[in-house]
């Protein structure tokens, strides 16, 4: 079983930067691929970006293409998000999952869930 917690979420201007963390418990992280997802007030949940387990691929929402990075260290169990050039709309509830699958999108591939971080961006 892998736990997940979050953590980097705040308030910034549009514009602005923020690093999103995600560490994993136990010794199976580099066993999942890892994704981010979002949530704003109101809408569904969306994908936002993934990695495979090793970090050789990264797939992104095209909403977010060019502005975020995601990334990982295996060793550390860690996960990151970095997300420059801020939007008011990237305004949501951040969270990383893991999943054994490829099929980014699709909510019912990820098998762990963290309890998300909040981000907001001001206009």
């Known amino acids: 079983q892998v736990q997940l917690v979050e953590s980097g979420g705040g308030v910034v201007q549009a514009g602005g930067s923020l690093r999103l963390s995600c560490a994993a418990s136990?010794?199976?992280?580099?066993?999942?691929?890892m994704a981010w997802f979002r949530q704003a007030p109101g809408k569904e949940r969306e994908f936002v970006a993934a990695?495979?387990?090793?970090?050789?691929?990264?797939y992104y929402a095209d909403s977010v293409k060019g502005r975020f990075t995601i990334s990982r260290d295996n060793a550390g169990n860690m996960l990151y998000l970095q997300m420059n050039s801020l939007k008011p709309e990237d305004t949501a509830v951040y969270y990383c999952?893991?999943?054994?699958?490829?099929?980014?999108?699709?909510?019912?591939?990820?098998?762990?869930w963290g309890q998300g971080t909040q981000v907001t961006v001001s206009s």
């Open positions: 999952a893991a999943s054994y699958g490829y099929n980014w999108y699709r909510l019912d591939q990820y098998v762990y």
């Open positions: 136990g010794r199976t992280f580099s066993s999942y691929n």
């Open positions: 990695i495979t387990r090793t970090g050789v691929s990264t």
